[in-house]
């Protein structure tokens, strides 16, 4: 874990340069055995690039920017980057020793370092220290340093992250993959993220190639292989080599959800087939995305449900809504209060809560007199209210807030990590 925020501002800089890992790059499932850091080259040195969060560099001491002089003995001089990766790879349970030169120090440094078998997380979440974000693990490890500007959740490898102003994409070693050169970015989804540069949005891949030209007033993310997109004033549909599959005409529009997408024609909202075929005509004032057979629409002010059919099986009767059902359950506004019903309108959880959110992994985030804890699907409150405000849980982890402090807590309530 980086110590100050000068080493964090060392570890960022060379981020962003080449660097190596023994074995393959990290990410979902990679492993490999050796000491959990990136080396790379800086100044015609070899450094520590970055020692990953609980992992055996950092555990032992190493530091972003310690230059690596000698391994077991053996003087790095005039060895690559790679070089030094193969000497300091080995079996797992096996020592490697490091020396090192570190800046403020008279004279090198000796670590003993544990080699391990080291797999890098599946799920790391997106976490604030002051005005800076990094990425911790799921037991809560600052596993990437808080080095960026904003930081987004991960998606297919992925999460888009700004640095000095600009958005790109890193992998889950934390360099840039696709570079940090818009405006603004969001999540993957199907393979591209969409991307703004100059009021204009379009569609990168992994690689970083700009595979839909920058050319939308705007564009909702791919979903079935379409993505929803405004040209001119009106919305349209393209596919993922940016080809029109359904001519800008609509009001509004979203992409599509199990097979059918809510489409705005003059004031009224209703449903397309893939093709484009009107299969629910326009009727409602406000439509949402089908998710788990029923979509979520509203009535002269009243907010229900409606079947692929458009039938409406549960009546628009609520004063509010999320929209959408979520493991069963969705949050509708009864009176002054939030409650849960299921997929028949019965009421499951009675209407008490000043605010509320959708169940996301067996438990829904809920507000009491002015606070926010979560709530189970028989109406127990296992986590109480003592939050500032809350999340959805999302890989075993939930965000919430006290004043103005960030903490990652886990499925019991119990924090995982706060800011500092």
């Not at 079996?91 to 090198?108: F, K, Q, S």
């Amino acid at each position: 874990m980086l110590k100050s925020p000068v080493l964090a501002l060392f570890c960022v800089a060379v981020l962003l340069l080449p660097g190596v890992l023994p074995g393959k790059e990290p990410g979902t499932g990679s492993e490999y055995a050796g000491a959990g850091m990136r080396i790379s080259e800086h100044e015609g040195k070899v450094i520590v690039n970055c020692p990953y969060g609980g992992l055996p560099a950092e555990r032992a001491g190493l530091e972003a920017m310690d230059v690596i002089v000698g391994v077991d003995g053996v003087s790095t001089e005039g060895l690559s980057p790679g070089d030094v990766a193969r000497l300091v790879a080995g079996a797992p349970g096996t020592t490697v020793r490091l020396t090192v030169e570190r800046e403020g120090e008279d004279e090198p440094l000796e670590f003993e370092v544990m080699r391990e078998v080291v797999v890098f997380p599946d799920t790391l979440h997106p976490a604030r220290q002051g005005d800076k974000w990094g990425y911790i693990d799921n037991v809560g490890n600052m596993f990437l340093p808080a080095v960026f500007e904003r930081a987004g959740h991960f998606s297919e490898g992925l999460a888009h992250a700004k640095y000095e102003g600009r958005y790109g994409y890193i992998g889950k070693a934390g360099l840039f993959v696709v570079r940090a050169e818009f405006d603004d970015a969001c999540e993957f989804s199907e393979g591209l993220g969409r991307v703004l540069e100059d009021g204009k949005y379009g569609f990168v891949d992994k690689s970083g190639k700009l595979v839909v030209e920058l050319q939308f007033d705007y564009a909702e993310r791919f979903s079935q292989s379409m993505a929803a997109v405004k040209l001119n004033d009106k919305w349209g549909f393209i596919d993922r080599t940016g080809k029109v599959v359904i001519e800008p005409q609509y009001e509004n529009a979203r992409s599509p959800t199990e097979g059918l997408t809510c489409v705005k024609v003059g004031e009224k909202w209703g449903y397309i087939d893939m093709t484009g075929k009107m299969v629910i005509k326009p009727q409602f004032d406000w439509a949402r995305d089908f998710q788990e057979g029923l979509a979520g629409v509203e009535v002269n002010g009243k907010h229900g449900f409606v079947d692929r059919n458009g039938k409406r099986v549960i009546k628009p009767q609520y004063e509010a809504f999320l929209g959408f059902f979520s493991e069963g359950l969705a949050c509708v506004k009864m009176g002054e209060k939030w409650g849960y019903i299921d997929k028949t309108g019965k009421t499951v959880i009675e209407p008490r809560y000043d605010d509320a959110r959708n169940f996301s992994e067996g438990q829904a985030a809920v507000k009491v007199d002015g606070k926010w804890g979560y709530v189970d699907k028989i109406g127990l409150m296992p986590i109480q209210p003592s939050f500032g405000d809350a999340w959805s849980y999302e890989n075993g982890l939930a965000q919430v807030e006290i004043g103005n402090r960030m903490i990652y807590i886990d499925n019991t309530g119990a924090p995982v990590w706060a800011e500092n």
